[in-house]
Nanobody, 127 residues
Framework: QVLLVESGGGLVQAGGSLRLSCSAS????????MGWLRQAPGKEREFVAG????????HYGDSVQDRFTISRDNAKDTVYLQMNSLKPEDTAVYFC????????????????????RGQGTQVTVSS
C-alpha cells in the first residue's frame, strides 16, 4: 500500500501561483511513476502531469502545458506540482497518484491506470 498525502492547495487569484506537494510512504518511492490528476465538479477526472521514477521524463495535459511543472525529490519521497499563471478553469480538487513503474522511463498518462491516489487538495482560482 502506498499512502499519499497532498498539501499546498488554497484560494488564489487568476494569474497567481501555487505549489502542491505530495508526500509518499509505505513502499519504495523510486519504484513508482507519479502523477497529478484533478477533478472539477460535474467533470471527469483529468490527467494533469506525470513523471518517471528518476524524474527525467515528464508529460503534461494540454490545458496545463507551459504553465505547470511536475518534479520529484526521491530523497524526500515527495512529488511537487508548481502551478503558474493560474486560470479560473484550473479550479478543482487535485490528487496525487502513484503507479508501479514498468520501466525507468514510464510516465502514466491515463488517470485510470494509477493504482494509488491521495485524498486530494482543493485549488480555487478566482477571476
Amino acid at each position: 500500500q502506498v499512502l499519499l498525502v497532498e498539501s499546498g492547495g488554497g484560494l488564489v487569484q487568476a494569474g497567481g501561483s501555487l505549489r502542491l506537494s505530495c508526500s509518499a510512504s509505505g513502499r519504495t518511492f523510486t519504484n513508482y511513476a507519479m502523477g497529478w490528476l484533478r477533478q472539477a465538479p460535474g467533470k471527469e477526472r483529468e490527467f494533469v502531469a506525470g513523471i518517471s521514477v528518476s524524474g527525467g521524463y515528464t508529460h503534461y495535459g494540454d490545458s496545463v502545458q507551459d504553465r505547470f511543472t511536475i518534479s520529484r525529490d526521491n530523497a524526500k519521497d515527495t512529488v511537487y506540482l508548481q502551478m503558474n499563471s493560474l486560470k479560473p478553469e484550473d479550479t478543482a480538487v487535485y490528487f496525487c497518484a502513484a503507479e508501479r513503474a514498468r520501466s525507468t522511463r514510464s510516465v502514466v498518462i491515463n488517470p485510470e491506470e494509477y493504482e494509488y491516489r491521495g485524498q486530494g487538495t482543493q485549488v480555487t482560482v478566482s477571476s
